[in-house]
């Protein structure tokens, strides 16, 4: 069975503090991603990979950072997070390719609130 | 980027068809149609796919025009574990970068 696993499910941060989410995907898939999900706004790409140490920046990376040092883990780093980050935030991932329209898989995501 | 274009929300009654319409005027020739959905709590799950012809699978018909610039989700008979969000993305197959519609929710009526 497919997985792509968020490390925490829950958090509470301070503003300020630098926060890590954790993804972790067991596919050998070569894209990864990060959105952000909030009310009325829908999913909104932060950053993407498709291949270790490669990033691109997606439509609101501003206040986000990213680390691909392996080809399964996928880190989503706020270096000083502030209550405007308070979301939920899902990781995918998916195979790299022009193959006919790879299926996308994504976590259970992530919901941090910065107080 | 192509952009997708979907009702917010819509009903449907149990066991009745349901047809959740996507605008896409600005697919571009190898953008994949796919359709998610998102149940309360959880994250997106794969529903269906396509490129340019009608597709089906256990979970749903997807209707593409031939233009290309609208898809229809059908889904044959709702029932009450359909309700979710359905999104509909166009997947660029040049770029592989994901572009999500709004959205539309759908509330299944018993």
């Known amino acids: 069975d497919v997985k792509v696993t968020q490390s925490s499910r829950y958090l509470v941060k301070r503003t300020g503090e630098k926060v890590f989410l954790e993804c972790v995907q067991d596919m050998d898939h070569e894209n990864m991603f990060w959105y952000r999900q909030d009310p009325g706004l829908g999913l909104r790409l932060i950053y993407f990979?498709?291949?270790?140490?490669?990033?691109e920046k997606g439509d609101i990376p501003e206040g986000y950072s990213v680390s691909r040092e392996k080809k399964e883990r996928f880190s989503l780093i706020l270096e000083s997070a502030s209550t405007n980050q308070t979301s939920m935030y899902l990781c995918?991932?998916?195979?790299?390719?022009?193959?006919?329209?790879?299926?996308?898989?994504f976590g259970e995501g992530s919901w941090l609130t910065v107080v | 980027d192509a952009k997708t274009t979907q009702p917010n929300s819509m009903e449907s009654n149990e066991e009745e068809p349901v047809h959740l319409p996507c605008n896409h005027s600005t697919i571009s020739g190898t953008d994949y149609i796919h359709w998610y959905r998102q149940l309360p709590s959880q994250g997106p799950e794969y529903v269906i796919h396509?490129?340019?012809s009608n597709v089906n699978n256990r979970m749903a018909s997807l209707a593409i025009a031939e233009d290309r610039k609208s898809s229809t989700l059908i889904l044959h008979r709702a029932t009450l574990r359909d309700a979710a969000v359905y999104y509909c993305i166009l997947h660029g197959g040049a770029t592989n970068k994901l572009i999500f519609g709004t959205g539309t929710l759908l509330a299944v009526q018993p």
């Open positions: 396509g490129l340019t």
């Open positions: 990979s498709y291949d270790v140490k490669m990033k």
């Open positions: 995918a991932s998916s195979l790299r390719g022009l193959t006919p329209g790879n299926t996308i898989y």
